[in-house]
T-cell receptor, first 115, second 111 residues
Framework: SAVISQKPSRDICQRGTSLTIQCQVD?????MFWYRQQPGQSLTLIATANQGSEATYESGFVIDKFPISRPNLTFSTLTVSNMSPEDSSIYLC????????????FGPGTRLTVT | DAKTTQPTSMDCAEGRAANLPCNHSTISGNEYVYWYRQIHSQGPQYIIH???NNETNEMASLIITEDRKSSTLILPHATLRDTAVYYCIVRATLNFNKFYFGSGTKLNVKP
């Protein structure tokens, strides 16, 4: 298994500002992912955070709005830039685990409210 | 990845078995079926997964039809703490390990 923590757990931000969310895992993992969950909705994959190279973004998400860093195999950040109220969501990171179990473990999420 | 179809919501009496269906009629041979659940906006929690054989663990059982076009997650003795949104996801292990979530089923366990 993998234990994942996220900081902050929640925040309230003003429109036009940026927020950086941190994701820390307790073991080295190859693949990390970032998701967004808008109020009352399912999870939407934002991007794959690649260690040592640029993140791979899903359709509808761009690097200028959601820059991602992955400096090592246990840590990643997601920045939500130039925020608007439409960015109010829960942001979750996940890690891919391989071995006897192949699947993803999810962090607890960061609840972001933009006013 | 194959698209999945799940009922929007289901009710289940506490102590009874909860049977959650999932349709994945376009699944291909290398795609696994995964089940996760999300309790009140926490991070999704892994439940079980399988390829073609039925699977059982301490949380649940997964029944996959012979043609693999549908599956059922069974919680044998539902408790109030099992109230959550349950997501059925199909994923090819070669597809860069991405998960694409559908809308899921809200399971309401009632006393």
């Amino acid at each position: 298994s993998a234990v994942i923590s996220q900081k902050p757990s929640r925040d309230i931000c003003q429109r036009g500002t940026s927020l950086t969310i941190q994701c820390q895992v307790d073991s080295q993992v190859t693949m990390m992912f970032w998701y967004r969950q808008q109020p009352g909705q399912s999870l939407t994959l934002i991007a794959t955070a690649n260690q040592g190279s640029e993140a791979t973004y899903e359709s509808g998400f761009v690097i200028d709005k959601f820059p991602i860093s992955r400096p090592n195999l246990t840590f990643s950040t997601l920045t939500v830039s130039n925020m608007s109220p439409e960015d109010s969501s829960i942001y979750l990171c996940s890690v891919e685990v391989t071995g006897w179990f192949s699947g993803q473990y999810f962090g607890p999420g960061t609840r972001l409210t933009v006013t | 990845d194959a698209k999945t179809t799940q009922p929007t919501s289901m009710d289940c009496a506490e102590g009874r078995a909860a049977n959650l269906p999932c349709n994945h009629s376009t699944i291909s041979g290398n795609e696994y079926v995964y089940w996760y659940r999300q309790i009140h906006s926490q991070g999704p929690q892994y439940i079980i997964h399988g390829l073609k054989n039925n699977e059982t663990n301490e949380m649940a059982s997964l029944i996959i039809t012979e043609d693999r076009k549908s599956s059922t997650l069974i919680l044998p003795h539902a408790t109030l703490r099992d109230t959550a949104v349950y997501y059925c996801i199909v994923r090819a292990t070669l597809n860069f390990n991405k998960f694409y979530f559908g809308s899921g089923t809200k399971l309401n366990v009632k006393p």
